[in-house]
């Protein structure tokens, strides 16, 4: 059974900086592309950042580059989003999910971990 | 990198169809066969429906289908029953950057 398991999530200060984590299990991590996908509050969804399969290409939403950070380690099976200078828009239910690169759609997501930015 | 345009809401009784559409441009929808609906419950994780335009993932009861026109998608549901009433979200590959765009989300209410 495939599943992702994101963590990390928490409340911080504008300015700050978070790091989550997504434990993936029940399929190949290392065949995958890997995305993060944010949902504001009573929002809707929108695309954060892919990865490919060896971490060699990485892409953003205009929105968070220079800022936010994607990688993986295919050893342990993880997924990371290490985000910098958060600001409050960027409070969100962020989630982890595993992309079919081959037409771009997300066939699993994870439970999602809810980041606040606020003071 | 803008977001697909959805209506914001639609609604049906229980047996109706009803169907909802996503409007992209050619360098989105109109330019790939590569759009997804994801179905999201109130504090569930989304669920993918349909991909790749018209194709239903094992599980997805035949009730959805999916279609597309020019720089439009449409989620057709029939035979609507009361746990289909959710948000519904279209998305497309958008080319540059290996990007990805999502529609604003539609509520469908089941009267």
């Known amino acids: 059974e495939v599943q992702l398991v994101e963590s990390g999530g928490g409340l911080v200060q504008p300015g700050g900086s978070l790091r989550l984590s997504c434990a993936a299990s029940?399929?190949?991590?290392?065949?995958?592309?890997m995305s993060w996908v944010r949902q504001a509050p009573g929002k809707g969804l929108e695309w954060v950042a892919n990865?490919?399969?060896?971490?060699?290409?990485?892409y953003y939403v205009d929105s968070v580059k220079g800022r936010f950070t994607i990688s993986r380690d295919n050893a342990k099976n993880s997924l990371y989003l290490q985000m910098n200078s958060l600001r409050a828009e960027d409070t969100a239910v962020y989630y982890c999910?595993?992309?079919?690169?081959?037409?771009?759609?997300?066939?699993?997501w994870g439970q999602g971990t809810l980041v606040t930015v606020s003071s | 990198q803008s977001a697909l345009t959805q209506p914001p809401s639609a609604s049906g009784s229980p047996g109706q169809s009803v169907t909802i559409s996503c409007t992209g441009t050619?360098?989105?929808?109109?330019?790939?066969?590569?759009v997804s609906w994801y179905q999201q419950h109130p504090g569930k994780a989304p669920k993918l429906m349909i991909y790749e335009v018209t194709k239903r993932p094992s599980g997805v009861p035949d009730r959805f289908s999916g279609s597309k026109s020019g720089n439009t998608a449409s989620l057709t549901v029939s035979g609507l029953q009361a746990e289909d009433e959710a948000d519904y979200y279209c998305s497309s590959y958008a080319g540059s950057n290996r990007s990805v765009v999502f529609g604003g989300g539609t509520k469908l209410t089941v009267l």
């Open positions: 050619s360098s989105d929808v109109g330019g790939y066969n590569y």
């Open positions: 999910a595993r992309v079919h690169s081959s037409s771009w759609y997300v066939g699993y």
């Open positions: 029940g399929f190949t991590f290392s065949s995958y592309w």
């Open positions: 990865i490919e399969q060896d971490g060699s290409e990485k």
